[in-house]
C-alpha cells in the first residue's frame, strides 16, 4: 500500500483567491518542498507520488505539480515509470557515500581557484561570513549556525567560473543540507566545524592553495562521518523499531 502522501500542514498553505492560489506556489517552490520532504524521510522510500494529490495539497494545478516531479526525477530523487507515475528512491548510505565521493572532486578544485583569484573584498567578506558562524556557535544556536554555515560555503561556490561544477555543487548542497534538517549539529559538531572553517579562513588569507585545499579535505572527511553515522544510527533505531537485525 502506498505510504500516505503528507507534505505541508494546512496551515503553511497560502491563498489570496482563485487567481493567486493558482499560480503558488510555482513548481521550482514545490520542487524544494517535495525534496525536503523526501531527503527528511517524511516522504518514505517507495511512496508513490501522484500529480493530483500534490496539485490538490498544495492548491495548485496539475502543471507546476507534474514539472516539480519531473524535475525530482532528473536530481535522481524519484524514479517516473511509464504508467505506474512516480516512486520515492531509496535515500541511504550509499547515496551519500557517492555525493561525497563527487564532492572530494569538486570541493578542492572550487578552493583552490577561490584562494588563487581572491580579491580583497573576498578575503574581507568569508572572514565576516565566518565570524557570523562563529557568533552562532558560541551562542550554541543552531538554526543561525546552519544559515550562516551555508553562506560561508556559497560563497565560495558561488565565484568559481566552472558553471557545471557550481550546478552539481548547488544540487548537492542542497540535498545536504535537507538531511541536516534531520538530523542538526551538536555543539562539539559546530565547534569544529568553526575551527575548520578558521583554517579555510587563515589559507585564503595567506594565499596558500594548498593549505586551503588540505583545510577542505579534512572539513568535508569529518561531515562525510557525521553524516553516515546519523544514517546508521537511524537505519539502526528503525530496525531495532521493527524488530529486525541491522
Given at each position: 500500500?502506498?505510504a500516505?502522501?503528507?507534505?505541508?500542514d494546512?496551515?503553511?498553505v497560502?491563498?489570496?483567491?482563485?487567481?493567486?492560489?493558482?499560480?503558488?506556489p510555482?513548481?521550482?517552490?514545490?520542487?524544494?518542498?517535495?525534496?525536503?520532504?523526501?531527503?527528511?524521510?517524511?516522504?518514505?522510500?517507495?511512496?508513490?507520488l501522484?500529480?493530483?494529490?500534490?496539485?490538490?495539497?498544495?492548491n495548485?494545478?496539475?502543471?507546476?505539480?507534474?514539472?516539480?516531479?519531473?524535475?525530482?526525477?532528473g536530481e535522481?530523487?524519484?524514479?517516473i515509470t511509464?504508467?505506474?507515475?512516480?516512486r520515492?528512491?531509496?535515500i541511504?548510505e550509499?547515496?551519500?557515500?557517492?555525493?561525497?565521493?563527487?564532492?572530494?572532486?569538486?570541493?578542492?578544485?572550487?578552493?583552490?581557484?577561490?584562494?588563487?583569484?581572491?580579491?580583497?573584498?573576498?578575503?574581507?567578506?568569508?572572514?565576516?561570513?565566518q565570524?557570523?558562524c562563529?557568533?552562532?556557535?558560541?551562542?550554541?544556536l543552531?538554526?543561525e549556525?546552519?544559515?550562516?554555515n551555508?553562506?560561508?560555503?556559497?560563497?565560495?561556490?558561488?565565484?568559481h567560473f566552472?558553471?557545471?561544477?557550481?550546478?552539481?555543487?548547488?544540487?548537492?548542497?542542497?540535498?545536504?543540507?535537507?538531511?541536516s534538517?534531520?538530523n542538526?549539529?551538536?555543539?562539539?559538531?559546530?565547534?569544529?566545524?568553526?575551527?575548520?572553517?578558521?583554517?579555510?579562513?587563515?589559507?585564503?588569507?595567506?594565499g596558500?592553495?594548498?593549505?586551503?585545499?588540505?583545510?577542505?579535505?579534512?572539513h568535508?572527511?569529518?561531515?562525510?562521518?557525521?553524516?553516515?553515522?546519523?544514517?546508521?544510527?537511524?537505519?539502526?533505531?528503525g530496525a531495532?523499531a521493527?524488530?529486525?537485525?541491522a
Amino acid at each position: 500500500m502506498a505510504a500516505k502522501l503528507d507534505l505541508l500542514d494546512e496551515d503553511e498553505v497560502v491563498s489570496v483567491g482563485r487567481r493567486a492560489s493558482r499560480r503558488e506556489p510555482g513548481y521550482g517552490r514545490l520542487q524544494q518542498l517535495l525534496r525536503d520532504e523526501i531527503l527528511e524521510g517524511r516522504i518514505p522510500a517507495g511512496a508513490r507520488l501522484k500529480v493530483s494529490d500534490i496539485a490538490a495539497r498544495f492548491n495548485t494545478s496539475t502543471n507546476p505539480a507534474r514539472e516539480a516531479l519531473q524535475g525530482l526525477e532528473g536530481e535522481g530523487l524519484i524514479v517516473i515509470t511509464p504508467n505506474r507515475g512516480a516512486r520515492v528512491r531509496l535515500i541511504d548510505e550509499d547515496m551519500v557515500r557517492n555525493i561525497f565521493d563527487i564532492r572530494a572532486l569538486l570541493e578542492p578544485y572550487i578552493m583552490r581557484t577561490f584562494v588563487e583569484f581572491a580579491r580583497p573584498e573576498d578575503v574581507a567578506a568569508l572572514r565576516a561570513l565566518q565570524e557570523k558562524c562563529q557568533s552562532a556557535c558560541d551562542a550554541a544556536l543552531y538554526p543561525e549556525f546552519h544559515a550562516a554555515n551555508v553562506d560561508f560555503h556559497d560563497y565560495i561556490t558561488d565565484r568559481h567560473f566552472n558553471v557545471e561544477a557550481v550546478r552539481i555543487m548547488k544540487q548537492h548542497n542542497s540535498w545536504l543540507r535537507a538531511l541536516s534538517l534531520k538530523n542538526p549539529l551538536t555543539l562539539a559538531h559546530m565547534r569544529a566545524s568553526c575551527a575548520e572553517h578558521w583554517e579555510l579562513v587563515a589559507a585564503v588569507e595567506n594565499g596558500d592553495p594548498d593549505a586551503a585545499v588540505q583545510a577542505i579535505g579534512k572539513h568535508m572527511a569529518r561531515s562525510r562521518g557525521i553524516f553516515l553515522a546519523h544514517m546508521r544510527r537511524d537505519r539502526m533505531r528503525g530496525a531495532s523499531a521493527a524488530g529486525i537485525s541491522a
